[in-house]
Each structure stands twice: as C-alpha cells, then as structure tokens.
C-alpha cells in the first residue's frame, strides 16, 4: 500500500504498489476543486488505473483532474453522476465504460482525454456538458442515447477523429466543428445548430452556404475567418449569437432574414469590408457593439419605418454615423 484515505463521508481510497487507485464503500464522492485538490493530487503520477467498487454514487468534480498517467477506469453500476472536470486532463486515458445509471456527465468531464478512442453514452444519460469530451482527438466513435435532452456548448469541438470526409464533425443535427480545407464550404443538409466556434478562425473560409435546416447560428462561429467574403443567412434562422461574425474582415454585405429578432453584442464587430447590412423589421433589439469598427459600412437597408428604426436604434451597437439608413416599410 503506497497511500489512503477519505474522500467521502462514508468513502475511503487506497493506492497500492500495482498503481491502482481503488474507491471503496457507500454514497458520494466528495467535490474538490483547484484550490481543494483530490487526497491523492500529489501522486497522480503513479495511479494507472482506478477502480470504483459498487456503492459508490458519484464521481467527485476534479476527482482525477490532471491525472496524466490513468490509461484505465471501471465504474460501477450505481454511480449516478460524473462531476464537472472529473478526468479533464487524462492524456493516457484510452477507454472508459459509463454504466447504465449515470444521468448526467458534468462540464469538462473528459475535457483533453487526447487517447480516449470510443465512449458509449447509456440509454440513463440525458444531460452532456459544456466542453464534456472537447479536446477528444483521438475519439473515433460516440454513441448518444435517444433520450438526451441537453448537450452543452463546445461538447465535442476539437473531436477531429469524428470529422466525416468533408471535415464537419455534426452530432445529432449540431454542427461542433470544421477541419475541413476552407474555401466555398456547404454546410449539409439536416444540421439545425451551427454551435459555438464552429469555424471559428478558419480564415481559408472564402463562402459558405447554410440550409434552411439551420435555425441556429451560435456565438463565435464564425468569428475571425478573414477570408469569408460571402454568405446568406436562411429564413428559419431565429438566433445569433454573441460574436457571431467578429473580425470576418473580408466580408461585405450581409441580409438578415426576417426570422431573426435580435442582433447580439459584438455581433458584426470588426467586419471592416462590409458595406451594406438589410435589418428586417422583425428585429427588435440591437446589442452592443454590434456595428463596432465597421468603417466602411455606408448603407444600411430596413424593412421597417423610420418610426420603427427610432425605437431599436442603440447608440452603442456603434452604428457608423456616416451610413445612410434606407427604409423600405412594407
């Protein structure tokens, strides 16, 4: 025996000369954190492996944080939740079974497992994460339940391995990420959410074309590609998120469809080229920061009256005082 201890009100750890870290008794694991680090932090250099015994229920948030040298983990049937940044950071780590049991697998659970290779999500798991496999780069397979009902922002951004042959890397209709090679790109047909940073910083994105599928374009995602020039926004696009198109400093005009109500902060901030925006009388607010940094934005073309224009105007969506505002009530 090398070490052991507590790490639960009726949970004990022992590590022996095998390298094995195992959990033993009943109920949950305690939650740590950066600044209250798992009993056995210091020797997470020598735990290969980790084995939980039946009657534990719950995987400490930060339980094995950083621990680089773990290739193996068996969890137990009773274990119903994997905290928050429970194996982020688990570079060896190469597979890992989640009983039927677990409902939720909490933000950053797998974040950085760079070796995990396949996960299969039980049928009882309704709620992923933020960030809960990002930074999987060798996952090459996951199985999502029927039943799940939230997948957080960014779960599987930077899951190259799950890239199909054109670079999207789409799970259940969202659009995580893009490792294709830029140029004219057409996102395909049944994606719904194009998530957070998406394409963020792919600056050989020259155009894209987005189906009418798409109902959803999250923030970031396609903040900083400086080469895309063109693209249309469908009707059936209800949301735009913060940052949207930030810094996409070659593009020039952009048509908001009518199903958009609102344009958030920062949304076009930084879109040098463009020269011409069409708001729709649909949209009801604009954020800060929206129009920021647009220098060459001279016209500015809305569906609705001047009236109408009046009331969503905002001094700090930093809307060029020089653009002439075309109004086109219908």
């Known amino acids: 025996m090398i070490d052991f201890g507590k790490c639960g009100e ?5 590590l022996d000369a095998n390298e094995t870290l195992t959990i033993s008794g009943k109920g949950e694991m305690e939650n740590y954190d950066l600044g209250n680090k798992a009993p056995w932090s210091e020797l997470s250099a020598r735990i290969r492996k980790s084995i939980f015994r039946c009657g534990v229920t719950s995987i400490g948030k930060y339980a094995f944080s950083s621990c680089r040298s773990l290739t193996s ?18 570079s060896s780590l190469t597979s890992v079974t989640i009983p039927e049991g677990v ?18 999500i039980p049928e009882g798991v309704t709620s992923i994460g933020d960030r809960a496999f990002c930074g999987c780069s060798s996952l090459r397979s996951v199985t999502i339940p029927e039943g799940m009902t939230s997948i957080g922002d960014r779960a599987f951004v930077g899951c190259t391995g799950l890239a199909d042959a054109n670079g999207f890397v789409i799970i259940r209709g969202v659009l995580y990420d893009y490792k294709g090679p830029g140029g004219d790109v057409t996102i395909p047909d049944g994606v719904t959410i194009i998530g957070d940073r998406a394409f963020c910083g792919c600056s050989s994105l020259t155009s894209v074309t987005i189906p009418d599928s798409v109902t959803s374009i999250d923030g970031l995602a396609f903040a900083h590609c400086r080469g895309l020039t ?10 735009i998120g913060v940052r949207a198109f930030e810094c996409c400093s070659s593009l020039m005009s952009v048509m908001i469809p009518e199903s ?18 069409t708001i729709p009388d649909s949209v009801t607010s604009i954020g800060g920061f929206a129009f920021y940094d647009c220098s060459s934005l001279t016209d500015i073309y809305y569906t609705g009256s001047a009236s109408e224009w009046d009331t969503i105007k905002n001094r700090s969506a930093c809307l060029p005082s020089e653009a002439t505002i075309h109004f086109a009530p219908r």
Not at 73 to 90: N, Q, R
Not at 103 to 120: K, M, N, P, Q
Not at 230 to 239: C, D, K, L, R
């Open 103 to 120: 409902t939720s697998i909490g933000d950053r659970a797998f974040e950085g497992c760079s070796s995990l290779t396949s996960v299969t």
């Open 73 to 90: 983990v068996t969890i137990p049937a009773g274990v119903t939740s994997i905290g928050d940044s429970a194996f982020e950071g688990c």
């Open 230 to 239: 063109s693209m249309t926004i469908p009707e059936g696009v209800t949301s």
């Open 260 to 277: 958009v109500t609102s344009i958030g902060r920062s949304t076009f901030r930084g879109c040098s080229s463009l020269t011409s925006v």
């Open 10 to 14: 009726r949970l004990l750890w022992a």
